[in-house]
């Protein structure tokens, strides 16, 4: 539970205020954002794309569940929004502040985010509720927030990167007996196959994973889907491995491995490394210079050892802290 106390934790300078954004807000935000990624992690790790996607994520209501912190010269400052898209009982908490000049609303956004928590433990029907947050290992104020708001490091992410340069646009050919084409973005059984994979793929690791129709409601969220980036992978006609790419690292000419799934019978078969050198390849011929994906070091599949035999390595790597609160009626 949070150690914090409301008088303590929610002050703000003389001058500095608060309110809740909006989709106009989105171009000041993101030059916040990439403020704290140039602090913590050296270069720009956030487009436009994906602030307006957290704005308007399904479960998120920029009304009632997001805050921005303004300065007395009405700069902002802080941004505190959660992710909980599927209405499971897991949410996220995620703060930023301008390094150093917005360090005064970084513990007053917590826990105007964390009481918000509770309300919304409430409103998914959820007695106990965790609450996740990231910190990079350099953050130590927002570590050190963390660990006053009740939070306990979990584990770490690595966000991994490699280069493209010298990739051909044409991927090798797949395992014996292993097919790899795109995914028809317009064929709904299609569509419930990748979903179904993916779900069963991450059903014995620490991911959250959402039924079909919330699914579909963060794909639709997407500002852009580039079908041709998702790839499926076929043994005798039964769809066993998928590959959903996201359009988040086009700004940054990036192909991004969303989600990548096996389902477990198939595993260390190669047919987790063909897709993901079909997508490469196809990420190549488009001129993208790098790929990327995000990994849990903790996942019980070893996840990582296969993005580092391709080629892959950590950018990057993230704490992940955990903490629970107890569902209130707003």
């Known amino acids: 539970m949070l150690a914090m106390t409301a008088a303590a934790t929610t002050a703000l300078p003389e001058g500095w205020t608060t309110r809740r954004p909006t989709l106009d807000d989105a171009t000041a935000i993101l030059a916040l954002v990439h403020a704290c990624d140039m602090a913590s992690i050296g270069e720009p790790d956030f487009t436009l794309d994906e602030v307006r996607e957290m704005l308007t994520e399904p479960n998120t209501d920029m009304t009632v569940d997001c805050w921005l912190a303004l300065d007395a010269e009405d700069t902002i400052v802080g941004w505190a929004y959660p992710r909980n898209a599927d209405g499971g009982d897991r949410d996220f908490a995620d703060v930023y502040t301008w390094p150093e000049r917005g360090e005064p609303a970084l513990r007053p956004l917590l826990a105007l985010l964390m009481d918000r928590m509770a309300e919304r433990a409430a409103r998914f029907g959820h007695e106990r509720y965790e609450v996740r947050a990231g910190a990079i290992p350099t953050e130590q104020d927002l570590i050190d927030a963390l660990t006053d708001a009740g939070f306990v490091f979990l584990k770490q992410h690595a966000r991994m990167q490699m280069s493209l340069e010298g990739v051909p646009p044409t991927a090798p050919e797949p395992p014996a007996g292993v097919t790899v084409r795109e995914v028809r973005g317009d064929d709904e059984e299609d569509l419930r196959a990748v979903h179904s994979v993916i779900f069963q793929a991450f059903a ?75 997508a490469f390849a196809v990420y190549a011929g488009k001129g993208r210079t790098r790929a990327g994906l995000g990994v849990d070091l903790e996942n019980p599949t070893q996840a990582a050892r296969l993005y580092y035999a391709v080629g892959m390595t950590p950018q990057y790597r993230a704490n992940v802290y955990q903490s629970f609160v107890t569902a209130r009626a707003a």
């Open 204 to 278: 014995d690791t620490d991911h959250r994973g959402s039924d079909y129709e919330s699914w579909r409601r963060q794909v639709a969220n997407e500002s852009s889907r580039s079908f041709d980036e998702w790839f499926v992978a076929e043994t005798d006609g039964e769809i066993v491995g998928a590959l959903q790419s996201s359009d988040s690292g086009i700004d940054d000419n990036e192909g991004w491995v969303k989600r990548l799934g096996v389902l477990r019978a198939y595993r260390k078969r190669g047919v987790g490394e063909a897709l993901l050198r079909r």
